[in-house]
């Protein structure tokens, strides 16, 4: 079955502190991972998107790495601050053709970053 | 350039009456998604219009849940009648291509009492 596991479910850490968050896929075949960033009450907003030849994207504080042989992703976040705190969703696509019937959401890791 | 316009973001309805969601997507964006999380669980795939054309509707729950996308530009999905799980957050999202990256409304929380 193809799914998408993220953890932890949950995590707070205090501002200027570092983070990562875990994603493990079983999607096959397999075609490129997202991380997305969701504050409260608004949508999804993309972070950083990794074919399977990509090991690891940056996007300023936030830094993800790719293992595709373990199926494995990390979401790194540097010196968090306050603006942080959200759910951040691995959304993995499955490569069959066409639609995007195809994408695999994870439940996401709600952060919280307290002053 | 203008986001992907959904409304209203909050609906409470009764068991058993109809709601009708909208999703105006980015001017130019010939792809537009519904998407759906319900309490607890992931977001899940409801169903892709390419123009006017229904591409996939695979995720589309039941009969109950009609989604048209009237020339190609918004769409509206209606739940009728509504039931309390169709409880959860509708997500509408655009894109130029399939597969590019494509931007999520900020959605509609549907609560059915």
């Known amino acids: 079955k193809n799914q998408v596991e993220q953890s932890p479910q949950s995590l707070i850490i205090l501002e200027g502190k570092n983070c990562t968050l875990q994603c493990n896929y079983t999607v096959s075949p397999f075609s490129n991972l997202r991380w997305y960033k969701q504050d409260t009450g608004r949508g999804p907003v993309s972070l950083t998107i990794?074919?399977?030849?990509?090991n690891t994207k940056s996007n300023g504080r936030y830094t993800a790495t790719l293992d595709a042989d373990t199926k494995q992703s990390s979401l790194h976040i540097t010196a968090s601050q306050l603006s942080d705190s959200a759910s951040y969703i691995c959304?993995?696509?499955?490569?069959?053709?066409?639609?995007?019937?195809?994408?695999?959401f994870g439940k996401g890791t709600k952060l919280s970053v307290k002053p | 350039e203008a986001g992907v316009t959904q409304f209203p973001s909050h609906s409470v309805i009764e068991k058993g009456q109809t709601v009708t969601l909208r999703c105006d997507p980015i001017?130019?964006?010939?792809?537009l998604y519904w998407y759906r999380r319900v309490m607890g669980k992931e977001i899940k795939f409801l169903l892709h219009f390419v123009k006017e054309s229904k591409q996939d509707e695979s995720g589309m729950p039941n009969n109950r849940f009609l989604a048209e996308r009237t020339g190609g530009t918004y769409s509206t999905l209606k739940v009728q009648p509504a039931e309390l799980e169709d409880s959860g957050v509708y997500f509408c999202?655009?894109?130029?291509?399939?597969?590019?990256?494509?931007?999520f409304g900020s959605g509609t929380r549907l609560t059915v009492v």
């Open positions: 999202a655009s894109s130029q291509a399939v597969f590019e990256g494509y931007t």
């Open positions: 959304v993995v696509t499955h490569s069959l053709g066409g639609s995007q019937g195809n994408l695999i």
């Open positions: 990794m074919t399977f030849s990509e």
């Open positions: 001017s130019g964006h010939d792809n």
